[in-house]
Nanobody, 113 residues
């Protein structure tokens, strides 16, 4: 089984920063693409950022320039560095492994304005 465990969420003020982590086990992490999704209240879950096994990244327009996805293959961990946070970033954030179709449990990010 693949297990993805997110951490790092919390309550921050607008303009602040958080770094989310997702630790993976049960898969060949270094060979797998990883992604971060989020689901805001009343909205569908949506892709935020994507990183390929080779380190190529893509972002939804609303977070470009503010969020950075990265990975540390030695630690089997993918990160989402979130800077200049806005109230509209408030959501439950999930990591996802496309190869397995497994999701993490989610971590709440709340940005106060």
């Amino acid at each position: 089984q693949v297990q993805l465990v997110e951490s790092g969420g919390g309550l921050v003020q607008a303009g602040g920063s958080l770094r989310l982590s997702c630790a993976a086990s049960g898969s060949s992490f270094s060979k797998n693409a990883m992604a971060w999704y989020r689901q805001a209240p009343g909205k569908q879950r949506a892709l935020v950022a994507f990183i390929s096994s080779g380190g190529n990244t893509n972002y939804v327009d609303s977070v470009k320039g503010r969020f950075t996805i990265s990975r540390d293959n030695a630690k089997n961990t993918v990160y989402l560095q979130m800077n200049s946070l806005k109230a509209e970033d408030t959501a439950v954030y999930y990591c996802y492994e496309p190869g397995s179709g497994y999701w993490g449990q989610g971590t709440q990010v709340t940005v106060s304005s």
